[in-house]
């Protein structure tokens, strides 16, 4: 087998991941838990400045109307690196949150790591860190 034909399903698996994280973007803006919910694995956690969440607390969040986007765009395309049944996608994003009723403004840099399973590719970790302000 050519080295192209080798690498043709990894690059469609890289193009559905980028296609996948402007989806789950336009989900977060949804806020609709359920549509949230069908990116993510059922063990996903997120990794923040303030610790670790899982998905069941993120979601509750949301569900309770405590945390709502207004926005969130990815900015650039992703990085996408294929491994087989794995795969990390890592870029940009700004986002406007309200959490409680404050608003939060934030520009950070999200790294995703995916799994493929039966039921496609899920996420099961998050981390997002602050962007530098240049």
């Not at 998905?55 to 207004?70: I, M, R």
């Not at 395309?77 to 795969?87: I, N, T």
């Not at 409680?100 to 997002?128: M, N, P």
């Amino acid at each position: 087998m050519s080295d192209d034909a080798r690498a043709a399903p990894e690059a469609q698996d890289a193009d559905r991941l980028a296609a996948l994280a402007h989806d789950w973007a336009a989900a977060m803006v949804s806020d609709d838990p359920a549509r949230i919910a069908d990116f993510m694995a059922d063990d996903w956690v997120i990794v923040s400045e303030s610790g670790i969440s899982t998905k069941a607390q993120f979601l509750a969040y949301v569900e309770s109307g405590d945390l709502t986007h207004s926005a969130f765009r990815l900015v650039g395309e992703p990085r996408v690196q294929v491994y087989g049944d794995s795969a990390v996608v890592t870029v940009r994003v700004t986002n406007t949150a309200h959490y409680k009723g404050e608003r939060f403004d934030a520009d950070e840099w999200t790294t995703d790591v995916f799994v493929r399973g039966d039921g496609g590719w899920r996420c099961v970790l998050s981390h997002i860190t602050a962007a530098a302000r240049t």
